[in-house]
């Protein structure tokens, strides 16, 4: 497998993840916060307020804007990675040499998991206030919150950092 068949496959991967999780950012802004029939908590004083389902739906768009910019950004280091396959291209006959800066496409790379990375967060934050909205509010000390909530930003945050340093470790490279 050659070097640019590698960073093909890994940037239709990030496309894809980032495919999957816009899907997930619209699943979410279709959901109705305010419906009182989708609370699965009694006690009026860890109902979650209006202010939490202003912030779902501003993070499911940060998210979304997110994913969008990342993928976006992954599609034209793409088309510049396979520019690079050929070193000429004929264009109305005249043969043009490809140069393509490695180094802007490393920028490029890194800008694109920024993205990833941002859209991941907003996302996050997005399913802390969905589980609040369904469960209570965190500072109501539910359990049940907390067990969804805690995992989600333990597993999240681990796997973001993996992420970081795999794509630190990979600029570098």
């Not at 779902?56 to 793409?78: E, G, T």
């Not at 006959?93 to 998991?113: E, P, R, S, T």
């Not at 999240?156 to 950092?161: M, P």
Request: charged residues 10%.
């Amino acid at each position: 497998m050659t070097a640019i068949s590698i960073h093909v496959t890994a940037l239709d991967g990030i496309i894809h993840v980032n495919s999957l999780f816009t899907f997930a950012v619209f699943v979410g802004l279709a959901w109705n916060p305010r419906d009182p029939n989708n609370r699965l908590t009694d006690d009026p004083k860890c109902e979650a307020g209006p202010k939490i389902a202003e912030d779902l739906v501003a993070f499911h768009v940060y998210s979304f804007a997110s994913f969008l910019f990342s993928s976006l950004i992954a599609m034209c280091i793409k088309q510049l990675t396979r520019l690079t396959e050929d070193a000429h291209v004929e264009i109305h006959g005249v043969d043009i040499a490809v140069v393509v800066n490695k180094y802007l496409v490393q920028i490029g790379y890194v800008v694109c998991a920024v993205g990833s990375v941002a859209g991941c967060v907003c996302l996050m934050l997005a399913l802390r206030n969905v589980v609040q909205i369904k469960l209570g509010t965190l500072g109501c000390g539910s359990p049940h919150t907390s067990a969804a909530v805690y995992p989600l930003f333990i597993f999240g945050i681990a796997g973001l950092i993996f992420y970081v340093f795999t794509i630190v470790y990979a600029f570098f490279v």
